[in-house]
C-alpha cells in the first residue's frame, strides 16, 4: 500500500468531479478505489491451520489507515480465489466441499465496519468458477475446468455460497466483482433453474442496491461489455490508462470502471509504474468523463 500512497495522497486535493445527476450511481462519482489481492496465491494445498495463523495477524486498523491516506473512495477485496482457502467463515462452501476450508475470523466483516467508519465502501471479489488449484474443491462443488461449460449441480451449489455471503455482510457490501466469466453459455440458459438471474439475486439477497461487474477477459473489446442484463458497471481489467469513458464506453444504463494493477502484474508489487503527475492527469480525465479507476 505505502507505493498508492505516496502517488494518491496528494492528488486528492487537485482532482476534480463530473457534474453528475441524482439518477447516476454512488460509483460513478467515486473518483477512484483500490483493489487488494488478499489470499494464498501461488502456493497449493495450504492447511487450513496456517492460513488461519496468517490470517488472524492481519492489522485491520493499519490497513484501513493506509487505504484512508490514498483517498480511496472504495475497497475491492478478494474473499479468495484459485486456492480453495477464503478469508471468510461460509458453512455451506465447508459443507459442500467436506472440509473446512474458510478462516475462522472473518476478516471482510471487520474491514468493512473499519471502512464504513471512514465513509470508504467495500466490494468483494469472487472467481466465477470454482477454485481451479483445488481439484478436490471443484469436484466437490460439482464444476468443470474454467474454460468448459459451468454444470448445473456447479451453478446452484455456488449460488448457495454466494447467498451465505451477501446474507452475511447485508448493506455492508456495496457491490461485487466477479472474475472469469469467460464460458458464458450455462449462465445464459434462463430455461435451466440456474443461470445469470438466480446467481445475481444470490449476490444481491443481503443487499438488493448491491452493484455487480462480470468480467470476461483484459481486452479492450471485452473489459467495457455488458455480459449480462444483470451487470452495473464495467469490469474494466485493462493492462495499462489508455482508456477512457469516451474511446471505450459503458452500454447505456451501466456505470464505466476500468481496473489497471501498479505493480509488476495483478496482486503483485513492485516499481510503482505510473507516476503522480500520470495518474493525476488520467483520473480528471476519466472523472471529468464519469467514469472511475481502480488500482491494483
Known sequence: MMFIRMLLAWCVAGLFMAA??????????????????????NVDKWPIEKYDELVEKFDIERFVDQVADTGASYVIWTLGQ????????????????????????????????????????MILYLPTRAPQRDEAARLALGDTLQNEKP?????????????????????????????????????????????????????????????LAFNPGSRRHKAFLRVNEFQDYTAGEMPDLSETPTSSPAPAGMDWQVLVYMGRKWGQGGQPRFDGPTLLRYIDSINAQGGSLTLD
Not at 20 to 25: C, L, R
Request: proline residues 4%; aromatic residues 14%.
Open 82 to 121: 484459485n486456492s480453495g482457502l477464503y478469508c471468510s467463515p461460509n458453512a455451506t462452501y465447508d459443507k459442500l466441499v467436506g472440509t473446512r476450508k474458510t478462516s475462522k475470523r472473518d476478516v471482510p466483516m471487520e474491514l468493512a465496519k473499519a471502512l464504513e467508519k471512514r465513509g470508504i465502501r
Open 151 to 211: 454444470t448445473q449441480e456447479f451453478m446452484g451449489n455456488w449460488e448457495a455460497v454466494c447467498r451465505e455471503w451477501s446474507l452475511r455482510y447485508g448493506p455492508l457490501v456495496s457491490g461485487w466483482w466477479l472474475d472469469g466469466y469467460y464460458v458464458r453459455d450455462g449462465w445464459k440458459d434462463f430455461d435451466q433453474p440456474h443461470n445469470a438471474r438466480t446467481w445475481s439475486a444470490a449476490l444481491r439477497a443481503g443487499n438488493p442496491d448491491s452493484i
Open 20 to 41: 453528475v445527476g441524482a439518477e447516476e450511481s454512488w460509483l460513478s462519482k467515486a473518483g477512484y478505489g483500490v483493489m487488494v489481492h488478499y489470499g494464498v496465491f
